[in-house]
């Protein structure tokens, strides 16, 4: 999938890049920063968000679309953590169906609901309205990455800024349900029922997801993460069937810029060798609470057949916990993370909750960050 050409060199392309001794580029590349007297990096997914004070101030009044739409609100919002925290990698603001929206879709993101599709997609026809996503749509996108990058640079030691998007399976399953669905009957009917149409429609969303994760790492972005939140409702031979080869392409839009890219889907235990093999094998795999952070490891580099960094897995839960509790289960992910070898990205096995406290939070990154390793 060629980029424009007019379009900047990406800020992180190799390891002897600028700004690639940064604790999380080390580590996604699969190198261990503790062995040369570094520390282990840690962001959150789901950073950026409602358990910030400074966030509910600056979104009063603004729904979240509209938010994604503002460059200055993206830039403030996704540098929000990196002040409070500290941690060692910023994620790009946005929501899973921004693309969607950017490409013509009419979708609205409803409180306490999710995102809602004004016309969802249940036959051929339906697909004419899916164009493919230009550099076009995406100069709200891109502009705000540079002023994020750029603030970056000036004011936070480089802090690599993870790309978002969300992955072709998951942008399917809305638009097919129509909303947000805990068993996704519609979306699993029709790839079994129209595997033509199935295919046809992931393909076109796995381009829409590829130009998304390319505009953001053309202007800045220095990773990407692949975010997949529906997929562990799928049995192995049918990711394999159907949704793997669409993953793939989406990760493969930004292959030629050498930016680490990181797959993540929650109750995927089954899946993870698979999701790891994709596009030849992905960097880091995320791995939610639900599986041993070694055993996701061993897993992942079984199916891919070669070393991945892992990413993972505190359950978000327990940042509710007495902190004695939660130390103990940080340090208990950090020694699976050892166990594991190669590269540790250190995250929570799914988003930060909503009532999560700040203060926990940035007690778990020093937390993190004291630690030296069991030997």
């Known amino acids: 999938m060629p980029g424009p050409t007019s379009s900047p060199a990406p800020a992180t392309t190799a390891p002897d890049a600028p700004g690639a001794q940064q604790p999380y580029l080390v580590a996604a590349r699969g190198g261990r920063p503790l062995e040369t007297g570094g520390r282990t990096p840690v962001w959150f997914m789901r950073q950026a968000g409602r358990s ?29 953590p990196v002040r409070r925290y500290g941690v060692d990698a910023a994620i790009f603001y946005s929501d899973i169906v921004v693309p969607l929206e950017a490409a013509g879709v009419g979708v609205e993101i409803v409180p306490g609901t999710g995102p809602v599709i004004a016309e969802p997609f249940r036959t051929r026809a339906d697909l004419d309205r899916l164009p493919e996503l230009t550099p076009d749509a995406l100069g709200h996108v891109t502009e705000a990455v540079r002023l994020i990058t750029a603030e970056l640079a000036a004011s936070h030691g480089g802090t690599p800024l993870i790309g978002f998007a969300g992955a072709p399976f998951t942008l399917a399953s809305y638009l097919v349900e129509g909303g947000p669905s805990r068993d996704l009957l519609r979306t699993k009917a029709l790839l079994h029922a129209d595997p033509r149409l199935w295919h046809d429609l992931a393909a076109r969303l796995a381009q829409i997801t590829g130009a998304f994760l390319r505009a953001q790492v053309l202007a800045g972005a220095s990773a990407v993460q692949l975010f997949d939140s529906w997929v562990g409702s799928l049995s192995l031979a049918d990711y394999e069937r159907h949704v793997a080869a669409h993953s793939a392409a989406a990760l493969r839009a930004v292959a030629d810029l050498g930016v680490p890219r990181t ?14 093999a994709v596009d030849g094998g992905v960097d880091v795999l995320g791995v939610d609470f639900r599986v041993p952070l070694d055993v996701g490891a061993a897993r992942g580099r079984a199916g891919a057949g070669r070393p991945v960094a892992v990413q993972g897995n505190l359950d978000p839960a327990l940042l509710s916990a007495p902190w004695e509790v939660l130390r103990e289960e940080v340090h208990r992910v950090l020694a699976a993370g050892e166990r594991a070898g190669g590269g540790h990205v250190f995250n929570l096995g799914h988003g930060v909750p909503p009532s999560a406290d700040p203060d926990v939070l940035h007690r778990v990154v020093d937390e993190v960050h004291a630690w030296r390793g069991t030997a």
């Open 263 to 276: 797959h993540f889907g929650t109750g995927t235990g089954e899946l993870l060798g698979a999701m790891a």
């Open 52 to 80: 910030l004070p400074e966030y509910r101030r600056v979104r009063e009044g603004t729904t979240m679309l509209e938010s994604c739409r503002r460059p200055e609100l993206v830039t403030e919002i996704t540098l929000q």
